[in-house]
């Protein structure tokens, strides 16, 4: 099936014949729905800690950084901002010329109070002769949306959503970029330095640097820190070959295998890559300005305390394990299994095999908040592939929506993942766990897309805190709603949190 010219694409890739036949029969066969044991709630997967056991979560995470730990700061930055603007565009290509819907009347009303508004008046001034306000007063509000969405003005159709001004600041506006600097100088700085990770796609990587060369320096001096900024892509052997509707392969005009970014479950290449004790994962648009930053950075540190507490134990553990357990010990370590690290035998011997396995793998602790409609992955209790039931997160792509027990478990869930992981990396002896062998491959999903009008399917890779940290041990802990502020439309920039 595959020809010579196919396996040459293969190898520029780094993409092997077996990984294509695999991803060719996943199209044939499809991925298998999960099974759920239950939605996590308050006492049932999720810990809510009182105000002493936060004091105390606090302390830990302060009294591990002080032990010379290395600690980083990892954010998914690759995505592009062109859904932000959809509604945006839509006015730009609608036959109407004034603001018409809810959204339009809105952006424009209070165009004033973003962010990007001198900028966007600036470009206005440049290309039309006259800034927003008197374009308004005549009538030419698509100039003005177009200044801020087309290459000729501010290019925020294309920009990476880590690029663009977000929040207002005395001293000039700043993007989210370099609102996660602030939160790596606030909660994961240790000796005297921040690290900060950025994935970004290959056509942003300068702009992307060119940003931290003008804005890092500054940040540092004012929080006292040195900062490593680093930056990686998603790996080209991470991407997934597209299928015709039959599951054969689809391909372009001039006959070569079409491949596709494998969606965000490829960046645990990137997370595997990274040299860490211990990992902040966070999304690059989930950021407030400074004067709301306090909440955030305590409950960042809460959840790594309870981190390093869960995994102290567990190293402990370990430690007895290999210098031979007792009956009473072996009870304990399953007891701290079951009831701490959320994990149910199901019936299998808790033997030290079996403790063994469940302890020394990677284990990271997710903030939930409490479910209040916005789209995101869900905390449930769900079975694994050797039948034990632990935590995981869930989208709702991974649930089988025949099932009206686990579409009601969806839908009445108390809480939501808004993406805000601290993840331990390391074993206890203090070598790096291979990520990828963590990952659960049964857990990708086929979505249909098309290209130049054809159908086609297109493969994604089990997502990167659903399937791709299946085999980890996870904790979910509640965190306030004030933690979690996504910016998906323009407008979202208008909520009280980001003005």
């Known amino acids: ?10 190898a520029q890739k780094g993409i092997s014949e077996q990984q294509i036949e695999t991803q060719l029969g996943q199209f044939k066969t499809g991925f298998p729905f999960l099974k759920l044991e239950a939605a996590a709630a308050i006492g049932k997967g999720i810990v809510a800690p009182n105000d002493a056991e936060r004091k105390h979560f606090v302390e830990a995470w302060q009294q591990y950084k002080a032990q010379g730990k290395k600690v980083v700061k990892f954010v998914p930055a690759s995505g592009a901002a062109s859904r932000m603007f959809k509604d945006m565009f839509a006015f730009v290509d609608a036959d109407y010329d004034k603001p018409t819907t809810d959204f339009e009347k809105k952006y424009f009303d209070n165009i004033a109070k973003f962010a990007f508004y001198d900028e966007l008046d600036a470009v206005c001034q440049k290309n039309n002769g006259k800034g927003i306000q008197a374009l308004k007063a005549e009538g030419n509000y698509k100039a003005v949306a177009a200044n801020m969405l087309k290459a000729e003005g501010l290019n925020y159709g294309q920009l990476p959503k880590g690029l663009l001004l977000f929040h207002n600041y005395a001293e ?14 606030l909660y994961a700085a240790s000796n005297g330095e921040a690290h900060v990770h950025f994935t970004v796609s290959h056509e942003h990587m300068e702009l992307f640097k060119q940003k931290v060369a003008q804005k890092a320096d500054f940040y ?15 790996k080209p052997s991470t991407d997934t070959v597209a299928a015709n509707p039959d599951g054969t392969p689809f391909r372009n005009s001039d006959g070569s295998l079409l491949f596709r970014p494998g969606g965000h479950g490829a960046l645990i290449e990137n997370l595997n890559e990274i040299e860490a004790d211990v990992i902040f994962v966070k999304n690059i ?7 709301l930053k306090s909440e955030t950075v305590i409950w ?10 869960l995994q102290e134990k567990a190293f402990e553990y370990l430690r007895i394990l290999d210098a031979g357990a007792t009956d009473e010990q072996l009870a304990e370590m399953a007891n701290f299994v079951r009831e701490n690290l959320c994990t149910d035998p199901k019936g299998q011997k808790e033997d030290a095999d079996y403790l063994r396995g469940k302890l020394n793998r990677p284990m990271r602790v997710c903030g939930v908040v409490k479910n209040v409609g916005e789209p995101g992955g869900g905390p449930f209790l769900t079975y694994n592939q050797d039948g034990t039931v632990s935590l995981q997160i869930l989208e709702s792509s991974q649930i089988d929506k025949s099932n009206k027990e686990y579409m009601e478990m969806f ?3 108390t809480h939501f993942n808004p993406v805000d992981l601290v993840c331990a990396v390391k074993d206890y ?25 054809k159908e086609l399917q297109a493969l994604e890779l ?7 940290m299946s085999n980890w041990s996870t904790v979910f802990v509640e965190v306030p709603l004030a933690t979690f502020n996504p910016v998906k439309t323009v407008n979202d920039l208008l909520r009280d949190q980001h003005q």
């Open 220 to 234: 540092a001096q004012k929080y006292g820190i040195e900062y490593d900024i680093t930056f990686s892509e998603q």
């Open 411 to 413: 839908t009445k869930g």
């Open 429 to 453: 002896k203090g070598n790096a766990f291979d990520l990828p062998k963590y990952v659960d491959p049964t857990t990708g999903f086929i979505s249909q897309k098309s290209k130049s009008g």
């Open 1 to 10: 099936m595959l020809s010579q010219q196919d396996l040459k694409q293969l």
């Open 462 to 468: 089990p997502g990167l805190w659903n399937g791709a």
């Open 172 to 185: 000039g506006p700043r993007t989210p970029m370099e609102e996660h600097l602030v939160e790596g100088a």
């Open 300 to 309: 960042k540190q809460i959840i790594a305390g309870v981190l390093v507490t």
């Open 285 to 291: 648009d989930n950021v407030v300005p400074d004067r």
